[in-house]
Nanobody, 120 residues
């Protein structure tokens, strides 16, 4: 069974920075993509950033130029560096991963989420 666990959320002031980590574990043969999504109070879940096994990345429009996603394949961990944080970045951030297990079945898993609060 594959799982992902987020860490690094917390309270930060407007303009500050945080780095989130997402560690994958389990019987993975490959991780095709890892990504971060967020859900703000009263809003639907939205893509923040994703990174593929090729190294290519994709960002939500609201975070382009401020957030950077990266990946350490040896550690099976993805990171989200968040700079110039704004109150509207306040949300629960969820890690997501897709890939193939050792027995060649697919997996598509979500973490429990980590809270980010940006104070004005």
């Amino acid at each position: 069974q594959v799982q992902v666990v987020e860490s690094g959320g917390g309270l930060v002031q407007y303009g500050g920075s945080l780095r989130l980590s997402c560690a994958a574990s389990g019987s993975m043969f490959s991780i095709n993509d890892m990504g971060w999504y967020r859900r703000a109070p009263g809003k639907q879940r939205e893509l923040v950033a994703s990174i593929y096994s090729s190294g290519s990345t994709n960002y939500g429009d609201s975070v382009k130029g401020r957030f950077t996603i990266s990946r350490d394949s040896t550690k099976k961990t993805a990171y989200l560096q968040m700079n110039s944080l704004k109150p509207e970045d306040t949300a629960v951030y969820f890690c997501h991963a897709k890939g193939t297990t050792m027995n060649h079945s697919g997996y598509d898993v979500w973490g429990q989420g980590t809270q980010v609060i940006v104070s004005s």
